[in-house]
């Protein structure tokens, strides 16, 4: 499968009740056509204060494989889409 990378904020930390849910919204870009997996995202979770390292961080249960084919490739710059 193709790289691609994350566009905007990839780094979030929120607080959660027990049993809550929070929606999060992500964009990426693609170079071109072909294959990319989209379940390459890593959720950590850690009770208290989060540390700047990250130490105290326990990630949660991997996700699994979120394939997407892009078919055709164009130009965002000029207001087209990708075509999935």
């Known amino acids: 499968m193709k790289s691609f990378v994350w566009a905007g904020p ?3 930390q929120l607080t959660l009740g027990a049993r809550s849910t929070h929606i ?3 964009r990426a ?7 990319y997996n989209l379940g390459v995202l890593r959720v ?11 130490a105290d961080m326990v990630e949660q249960r991997p996700l699994s494989a979120a394939p997407i ?11 087209s889409d ?3």
């Open 82 to 84: 990708l075509l999935m």
């Open 24 to 26: 999060i919204q992500q």
């Open 44 to 54: 950590s979770a850690g009770g208290g204060c989060v540390s700047g390292s990250g």
């Open 29 to 35: 870009c693609f170079v071109d056509a072909g294959v």
């Open 69 to 79: 084919v892009i078919h055709q490739a164009t130009n965002a710059r000029h207001g």
């Open 10 to 12: 990839t780094v979030q």
